[in-house]
């Protein structure tokens, strides 16, 4: 119920391409879905993040698609470059307002490679 | 605004030994939250602290240990550490009320 399930593994795409990469969740208690980019050696920085409120969020080339009545979501990067390769995690917590706290249950990431 | 910062960067010690890791919080953030990031098991939540109280535990042994201090900096103490401790441990400071979590660059931890 805890588990944030991810995919694919990895991905390349050509530069210019749409990165996909999607999430699914169990636990309905979920109420905030980020997604992190990390590069080697650095800790993971927020991309962007959405609520179930909502069903898509655009952030520059990002974008977050979220389908509560399947519990899943996805993040599409548009016009992949070279320099996105990196790895992603979606991720889930419940609602610190509701006295939850700040735990984040991460996927298991996936690897992205654009080519020039 | 300062990141979060984490010291020190890099450590190595041998089995059975103690460690203790540091994180500073963005200023203003009361909330600090430990992960442990393996190739084998991924990002794994530890615990968190909120104004110097531990507000959520993780699955991990009471080998792992940690505390917040008055002005929100956080230790971690991992005690008796075993080979599968080796691993990038982050630290993450979230912004009050919010869900947003701004992650330090970590402490590589080599068990030997």
């Known amino acids: 119920q805890q588990q944030v399930k991810q995919s694919p593994q990895s991905l390349i795409v050509q530069k210019g391409g749409i990165s996909i990469i999607n999430c699914a969740y169990e636990?309905?208690?979920?109420?905030?879905f980020p997604w992190y980019q990390q590069f080697p050696g650095k800790g993971p920085a927020l991309l962007i993040a959405i609520r179930p409120d909502v069903s898509e969020k655009k952030e520059g080339r990002f974008t977050i698609s979220f389908n509560k009545s399947a519990k899943q979501f996805s993040l599409h990067i548009m016009d992949s470059q070279p320099g996105d390769s990196a790895t992603y995690f979606c991720?889930?917590?419940?609602?610190?307002?509701?006295?939850?706290?700040?735990?984040?249950?991460f996927g298991t990431g996936t690897l992205l490679a654009v080519q020039p | 605004k300062a990141g979060v910062t984490q010291t020190p960067r890099y450590l190595i010690k041998t089995r059975g030994q103690q460690v203790t890791l540091s994180c500073s919080p963005i200023s203003g953030h009361r909330s600090v939250s430990w992960y442990q990031q393996t190739p084998g098991q991924g990002l794994q939540f530890l615990f968190e602290?909120?104004?110097?109280?531990?507000?959520n535990k993780g699955n991990f042994p009471g080998r792992f240990s940690g505390r917040q201090f008055s002005n929100s900096r956080s230790e971690m103490n991992v005690s008796t550490l075993e080979l599968g401790d080796s691993a990038l441990y982050l630290c993450?400071?979230?912004?009050?009320?919010?869900?947003?979590?701004?992650f330090g660059p970590g402490t590589r931890l080599t068990v030997l």
């Open positions: 602290y909120f104004s110097e109280t531990q507000r």
């Open positions: 636990n309905t208690a979920f109420d905030y």
């Open positions: 993450a400071s979230t912004v009050d009320q919010t869900d947003t979590q701004y």
């Open positions: 991720a889930a917590s419940t609602d610190p307002y509701g006295g939850a706290t700040n735990k984040l249950i």
